[in-house]
Structures are given as structure tokens and as C-alpha cells.
């Protein structure tokens, strides 16, 4: 019997995410109302009720309907971007550089060893290109068309609309900050160099736990310490960053007046994401460590739904991002893609109050 691709996705995962760990009650009603987070993002752009919005991008007046998704495209980068602490951005260099070969360039010529000197070792200056930074870059690599203006406007607007995502710390009121400090203060709290058995919780219920294990390592004779800074993630499991600590750091944004910024920030050893070279010194603050946590978190879930879903019949052949891809019998009597969306929206017992959601359909082949 021929067989056919049944596939489903986690609608809007990372958002819906990172509002429950951030307990933004604002951005967690977006999706128990059932509204699409990037028009409802545009409503707080534009000043188009919603209703209006969303009414117009489902038009059929091609006119009408290009308005609307205009405004949707600019906001979705803005959400999937800004709540990791992205910038507006501006100028920026590549960190990758490579080597600008002269027409004589002097790789062809023959070293002390009696071997070509090769294009590695050549004469030739390394440049980096000029690219756009922050979110306006964001956006540009997700084909989204947006100025630099609207690039810092997105952002302020965010940052404005959601507090306990990246409210600013204000000692006069009481205010802890919003997930982003929050997250720092706890790492910053554990990896105290007088620190011992410190634990923070954040997050519903206290439901993400921190701390860090103390490894001693034998060297010739001598002692070693390393540090792990561990996160538990509310499914159970663990974030672990090699050689934790904390140093006064670059951060990847300006001041108001185009001055560069230190700030204590957690360093750690791992992989840099620029080289995919193993570094003892990679970077890190709060918007990246709340990242982490609500991927690791998004990844759990889809590894759950994706066993469920193979118990149930559909043999699971890939997985996508935020997508499960299953093959089973092409016929009307064999569990499909209804079943994959009804168990990709049901509530993961770790989670609770998360509202999830899941859009899936059929097909010959596979295909976004």
C-alpha cells in the first residue's frame, strides 16, 4: 500500500516559550486568545486594532491584503529577534575574515622548504566584509526587507510592550528586571567565587533550577578547579557550560553615545558559532541564556509530541526545526495529521498552563 507524509509543527513554540518562562501574562494572553503573535505585535506598531488587521490580511483585495502582511512581516523578525535581547543594529564587521588575493599574489611562489607557499600563507591582507548587525541584520537574512529605523523601532516598541521580558532593573520600585537580568543576577549569584551549594530558581514555580558543580581535575601533581554551571530545564534535563565563570565582558551593544559596553557576563568554554571551533572563551549574557533555555525547552517538547506521536502508528522519519515528519499508510482509515496536530496541542504535564498549538497537513512529498 503506497504511503504519504503527514506533517505538523509547534505553532509559534519559541514565543509561547519564552512569555510562560518569562511569565509575561501580556504575550501569554496573545495565544490563549488564539491570535497570531506577529499581528498582534503589528497592532502595537501600527495602532491598527486587531480585529481591523487581522480581518485585512485575510482579505481578498490583493491591495488590502498586502497592507496588512506588510506590517505582519515586520513584525515577525521583531518578535522571534527582540525577545533575545537583539538591538536595532546598525554597521557591523563579519567576524569571519578571508584573505584578499592580489592578481600577483605571491601563493605561487616556493619557500625555504623548497614548497609553494600556498594561498594559507601567502602575503595577502585578511578583510571582513561590512554587514548589517542587530536586528536590522536579523531581518535581512530572513529575506524580511526593513530599514534601520524601523529596525530600532521594533525593538523599542518590544521592550516597551514587554516588561518581564526586558525590563530594566529598578531598585527605587522594587523590580527585580525583566527574564533577562533575572537570568544574569542567578548566574552571577552561583558562580560566585565564595559561592558553595548556591541554587537559583526562576521561571513558573520556581520550575528552572542553577547551579554549578565543582570539578577537581588532578595535573602533575597539582589541583585543578573547573567549574559547571548547570541549568535544569522543567522537563529534567540539564544545560551544562565548561569552565563557568564570570569576567568583565565586550557586550555586542553600544551605548547611547557609540561607546562600547563592559559588563561582568558569564564566559564559558564550548563552541564558538561563528569558527564551529572549540573556544575557552565564549561569551554569553542574559538574552543568549534565556535563548538557550527556551530552545532547550522548545526541544523537549517536540521530542515528547514526536514519541507520542510514533506510539500512535505514524513512523516518524525526520523532524525540522519545530516539525515532526511522519509516513504512514495513505489511506483514510490510517492515523494522519489531525492526530499529529490534536497531540502537538495537548499540554505537556512539566508545563504547566503553556498553551500550545500545532498546524500540520498532507503530502506525496515533503515540503515547507
Known sequence: MKQKFCIADLN???????????????????????RDPYLDFAVKMSGIPYEKLYADYKSKNDAVKAAAKAWRQLAKPGVLGAIYRLSGGGWGWSKKAYKDHALDCDANEVNENGKKVGKKFCKCPEVRDRIKVGLWGYAENMGVSMTQEEANMVVRVFREAYQEICGIPNR???????????????????????????????????????????????????????????????????LHYIDARIENT???????????????????????????????????????????IVQGIARDFLAEKLLRIDALGIQIVAHVHDEGVGLTAN???????????????????WAPGLPLSAEGFESAYYHK
Open 250 to 292: 565586550l557586550m555586542p551593544w553600544k551605548d547611547g553615545e557609540g561607546n562600547d559596553v563592559y559588563r561582568p557576563a558569564l564566559v564559558y568554554a564550548g563552541i564558538n558559532q561563528d569558527t564551529k571551533q572549540w573556544e575557552n572563551y565564549v561569551t554569553s549574557h542574559g538574552g543568549k541564556i534565556f535563548e538557550n
Open 172 to 238: 527605587s520600585t522594587g523590580f527585580a528586571g525583566g527574564i533577562w537580568y533575572i537570568l544574569e543576577d542567578a548566574v552571577k549569584d552561583v558562580l560566585a567565587e565564595d559561592a558553595v551549594n548556591v541554587v537559583r530558581t526562576v521561571g513558573p514555580n520556581g520550575c528552572i533550577r542553577i547551579d554549578k558543580l565543582n570539578i577537581i581535575e588532578r595535573v602533575d601533581g597539582e589541583e585543578n578547579k573547573r567549574n559547571i554551571l548547570r541549568i535544569q530545564l522543567p522537563s529534567g534535563r540539564y
Open 12 to 34: 509559534a513554540i519559541e514565543t509561547r516559550v519564552g512569555a510562560w518562562v518569562a511569565q509575561c501574562d501580556s504575550l501569554m494572553d496573545v495565544f490563549r486568545k488564539g
Open 331 to 349: 489511506s483514510p482509515l490510517a492515523p494522519g495529521y489531525h492526530e499529529m496536530e490534536q497531540i502537538m496541542g495537548q499540554p505537556v504535564l
